[in-house]
């Protein structure tokens, strides 16, 4: 039995006030895939994660370099 066919057996069971909890739950799960996926693939946000933009190399060198 995959998957999909467990949560139906279990969805089958719930009463009404689950169901809406459910709803609310998968809605959720399905806004949240579409709002990260596209920033993490970005150009942009994948630059800004590189190790070329990290100023705190640049920032710290000196002060950690002279102890």
Known sequence: MNT??????II???NNE????LLDFAVLLK???K???PM??????????????DIY???FADEFSTR
């Open 4 to 9: 999909r066919e467990k949560l139906e057996l």
């Open 12 to 14: 089958d069971q719930l």
């Open 18 to 21: 689950q169901l809406s909890t």
């Open 31 to 33: 806004s949240k895939e």
């Open 35 to 37: 709002t990260t996926v």
């Open 40 to 53: 993490v693939q970005s150009q942009a946000y994948e630059e800004w994660l590189s190790n070329e933009n």
């Open 57 to 59: 190399d640049e920032l």
